[in-house]
């Protein structure tokens, strides 16, 4: 398995609206299978909403084996994608040093 503990990635609602009505969900996906979703509205730090659920672990060492074969392969130019569909989002891989 990739040496990777967590993923977590973000999506950010950029659409119009005003700062306060704007939507962010976090997912993060442990090594151990365990999903977890937060949801936040506007500019507060504190999730509104948190489910949890649980991917079989073969399929979360596919996902991580898949970026880390990504991101080895890319590191010097970094992993740059556009999507124009009115979020943002980001990607946090955390390793295991």
């Known amino acids: 398995m990739a ?3 967590k993923v ?3 999506v950010t609602e950029n ?3 005003f700062i ?3 939507h962010k969900c976090v ?3 442990f090594e151990s299978g365990k999903i977890v979703k937060y949801s936040y509205l506007g500019r507060n730090r504190r999730f509104v909403n948190k489910e949890e659920n649980v991917a079989q672990r073969d399929i979360v060492e ?3 084996l898949g970026l880390d074969d990504l991101v080895r392969a890319n590191w010097k130019e970094g992993v740059v994608c556009e999507i ?3 979020c943002s989002y980001e ?3 955390t390793y295991a040093n």
């Open 3 to 5: 040496d990777i503990k």
């Open 20 to 22: 306060e009505d704007m």
């Open 15 to 17: 659409g119009p609206c």
């Open 27 to 29: 997912y993060e996906i």
């Open 62 to 64: 596919k996902l991580f």
């Open 91 to 93: 990607l946090q891989i």
């Open 84 to 86: 124009c569909d009115g």
């Open 8 to 10: 977590r990635f973000n």
